[in-house]
């Protein structure tokens, strides 16, 4: 998988790459990850992105110009699955799009920054709308990365255990149980019986009961929400 990303900021959204499990990825080439300045696509001697909006009010917003130039030259090159645009107002991201973004061979993330991209990209350019919650972030950047992260951990052989992605809270609409490691008592707390039991049946229905549990108590939106 290729995922590029195009930002006016890729300072900012650099690091979480070069770290742990999205590093190592990379280094197996299970996945290239590509950083994009819009900058270089600014148009005059300040290399300007943005601009002031018609019809007046605060803040700035991104040029279609420098973001089409640099998105085509990437779309000349290759076939993209889908060009993602994080923005607040775009439908919240969730272990489903990771499922199904985790299939496909190369994306576009474009990070929003100022006020937003002129919504003639959006009308022209864009496929997916993303948004990672209901609060508001300074830039896209952040967001691209935790989409990133989410589908870069599904690709096959990123993590070490190949079913460890298979019992993460989410993947089958319930939050993940309760997990304990040693000691088998620690201040006189008691890790539960069965764990201890062996028995893999006894141990992999309690699992499912507090699984259950956990979710109706803290989520009980998850049960009902059909896939
Ligand atoms: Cl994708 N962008 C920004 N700026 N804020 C957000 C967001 C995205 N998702 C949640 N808040």
């Known amino acids: ?17 070069e770290a742990s499990i999205l590093k190592r990825a990379q280094d197996k080439g299970l996945v290239e990850v590509h950083f994009h300045d819009l900058r270089e696509y600014g148009t005059g001697k300040h290399k300007q992105v ?19 130039e640099c998105i085509e030259k990437l779309q000349s090159e290759r076939k993209y699955d889908e060009v993602i645009y994080m923005t607040p107002d775009g439908q919240t991201f969730n272990q ?33 709308e993303l948004s990672i919650g209901d609060y508001v972030l300074s830039g896209g950047e952040l ?32 939050l993940a149980p309760p997990v304990y490691t040693r000691p088998a008592e620690f201040r006189g707390w008691e890790v539960p019986d069965v764990l201890k039991s062996g028995h893999f049946e006894k141990i992999e229905e309690w699992r499912h009961e507090q699984a259950m549990e956990r979710t109706k108590e803290r989520r009980p939106d998850l049960l009902n929400d059909k896939k």
């Open 50 to 68: 943005d601009d002031y909006p018609f019809g007046g009010g605060a803040g700035m917003v991104m040029m279609p110009g420098p973001i089409f």
């Open 143 to 174: 967001a691209a990365a935790v989409v990133s992260d989410a589908i870069i951990r599904l690709l096959p052989g990123v993590l070490n255990d190949e079913t460890s992605a298979l019992t993460d809270s989410f993947q089958d609409n319930l």
């Open 96 to 128: 489903r799009h990771a499922n199904s973004l985790s299939l496909v061979e190369n994306i576009i993330i474009l990070a929003g920054h100022y006020k937003g991209v002129d919504q003639r990209v959006r009308d022209h350019l864009i496929t997916l």
């Open 1 to 17: 998988m290729r995922i590029d990303i195009v930002t006016v900021l890729p300072e900012l959204i650099r690091s979480p790459f």
